[in-house]
């Protein structure tokens, strides 16, 4: 069974920053992708940022320049760096496994909690 245990979510003002972390229970080699993936209220969850097996990311357009996705492979640990927070960033942010043997098969985090004071 897979686990991904988020943690580094808080309250902070607006323009400050914050680092998720993203520790899963085997190597970040085991899985096609990893990412960050955000809910706000009454919205759906969307794509923050996604690294994949080789190291290639991508962002969501609203987070380009100010997010950055990062990882430690020793520590099987993926992070998401989030500079000059916008109240707009506010969200639950899940961490998100892709199945590498399993195509189709995702592994979620339980989330972790952001909020952007303005």
């Known amino acids: 069974q897979v686990q991904l245990v988020e943690s580094g979510g808080g309250l902070v003002q607006a323009g400050e920053s914050l680092r998720l972390s993203c520790a899963a229970s085997?190597?970040?080699?085991?899985?096609?992708?990893m990412g960050w993936y955000r809910q706000a209220p009454g919205k759906q969850r969307e794509l923050v940022a996604r690294?994949?097996?080789?190291?290639?990311?991508n962002y969501a357009d609203s987070v380009k320049g100010r997010f950055t996705i990062s990882r430690d492979t020793a520590q099987n640990t993926v992070f998401l760096q989030m500079n000059s927070l916008k109240p707009e960033d506010t969200a639950v942010y899940y961490c998100?496994?892709?199945?590498?043997?399993?195509?189709?098969?995702?592994?979620w985090g339980k989330g972790t909690l952001v909020t952007v004071s303005s």
């Open positions: 085997r190597s970040v080699f085991s899985f096609n992708a």
């Open positions: 998100n496994a892709d199945s590498l043997v399993s195509p189709g098969m995702a592994y």
């Open positions: 690294i994949t097996r080789s190291g290639n990311t």
